[in-house]
């Protein structure tokens, strides 16, 4: 029994009418950047996750390094995340001129393990000066929000 690892056609019929009619749309505009389908989408992104604005981008990727950007990682920087994810994950830290860092998941969430991260902070800060200290720690409200 063959089993795919991602079923994009299944997805895919699962709303085929609904992609099928925007991608029409976009090719009928001629409009390929940006234009009115993708402010519509921004629009709807955004009330559905409620937030006050969404942005369109070309890949996850993209989100990703953006999203990095906007917490202010730039180059030299440490950034720690999961092993356990597709490679684009470290991609987007590296494009940042930033060094991924990772630290082991919680065999039960396949998130971060909280314990593992407050070890290795706490191993990290022990190997650094005081005055170098505070640069490299992540923000509480980080570590806050693992530990739910
Ligand atoms: C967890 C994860 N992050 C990021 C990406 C990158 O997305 P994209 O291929 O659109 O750049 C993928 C792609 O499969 C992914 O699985």
């Known amino acids: 029994m063959n ?11 699962s709303i085929k009418d609904e992609i099928d009619n925007a991608i029409q749309k976009v090719i009928e505009s001629g409009q390929f950047i940006l234009g009115p389908e ?17 942005i369109g981008v070309a890949s996850g990727t993209d989100a990703l390094q953006l999203a990095l950007l906007a917490c202010g990682i730039k180059p030299g920087d440490e950034v720690i995340t999961t092993p356990f994810t597709f490679i684009a994950t470290a991609e987007a830290i590296t494009r940042c ?13 396949y998130n971060i393990a909280p314990q ?12 650094q000066s005081p005055i170098t200290n505070h640069q490299s720690l992540v923000k509480p409200y980080a570590l806050l929000t693992l530990h739910r």
């Open 116 to 127: 593992k991260l407050q070890e290795f902070l706490e191993k990290k800060s022990s190997r």
């Open 97 to 109: 001129g930033a060094t991924p860092v990772f630290v082991d998941i919680d065999p039960k969430t």
């Open 38 to 54: 993708v402010k519509a989408f921004e629009e709807e992104a955004a009330a559905y996750l409620g937030v006050g604005y969404a």
């Open 3 to 13: 089993i795919p690892l991602v079923d994009l056609k299944a997805q895919y019929d």
